[in-house]
């Protein structure tokens, strides 16, 4: 029930294109939903973050949608750049729990 | 305005020996928190921490490893008697306070174990 499922595992568009990235939740008692950004050799740095009482939120280039009835979220890159290259997780916060629950990943790649 | 400091950056050691990981959080920050990651995974929660309490444990292994937090000084992830599975990214992160607040991350210590 604590599991955060993301899809796909990888990822390759062209500069320019819009990546898409999905994650899935079970518990329901999860409240805050932050993404992180993590380049190779370095920790995760925190994207943006919502909460479920918003559908979306934009933050520069990165949109977060959520759907709280299907217990989904996805993470959109408008306008994607080489630079955006690295692994992104999505992960889960709440229900008196203060870790954070990380999805599996998915590896990036925005080819010029 | 220093992140999460967290040294050494790589650590090598052999089987059976002990290995510690240091993590000086945030500067505001009263919480600490301690992830691994293997290869191509994703990070697994290990311990929260606040100022001399160990509040929640119940990722990290029975045997071998332990985490402190004094009142003065870095928090501390110790492992015990070292085996090749040890072999891992561990990262520190520290928030501010309870409810969610965001986490923010060290860059990680990679462990080897020769």
């Known amino acids: 029930q604590q599991q955060v499922k993301q899809s796909p595992q990888s990822l390759i568009v062209q500069k320019g294109g819009i990546p898409i990235i999905n994650c899935a939740y079970e518990?329901?008692?999860?409240?805050?939903f932050p993404w992180y950004q993590q380049f190779p050799g370095k920790g995760p740095a925190l994207l943006i973050a919502?909460?479920?009482?918003?559908s979306e939120k934009k933050e520069g280039r990165f949109t977060i949608s959520f759907n709280k009835s299907a217990k989904q979220f996805s993470l959109h890159i408008m306008d994607s750049q080489p630079g955006d290259s690295a692994t992104y997780f999505c992960?889960?916060?709440?229900?008196?729990?203060?870790?954070?629950?990380f999805g599996t990943g998915t590896k990036l790649q925005v080819i010029p | 305005n220093a992140g999460v400091m967290q040294n050494p950056r790589h650590l090598v050691r052999r089987r059976g020996q002990e290995a510690r990981l240091r993590c000086s959080p945030m500067?505001?920050?009263?919480?600490v928190y301690w992830y691994r990651q293997l290869p191509e995974e994703g990070l697994k929660f290990m311990v929260y921490?606040?100022?001399?309490?160990?509040?929640?444990e119940s990722g990290m292994p029975k045997e071998r490893f332990s985490a402190e937090f004094p009142k003065e000084g870095p928090s501390i992830l110790r492992i015990q008697q070292v085996v090749r599975g040890d072999s891992a990214a561990y990262f520190c992160a520290s928030s501010r306070g309870q409810g969610n607040q965001p986490q923010h991350f060290g860059d990680g210590t990679r462990l080897s174990i020769l």
């Open positions: 518990n329901t008692a999860f409240d805050y």
């Open positions: 919502i909460r479920p009482d918003v």
């Open positions: 921490l606040q100022k001399e309490n160990i509040i929640d």
């Open positions: 992960a889960a916060m709440g229900g008196g729990y203060q870790k954070v629950t």
């Open positions: 500067k505001g920050h009263s919480h």
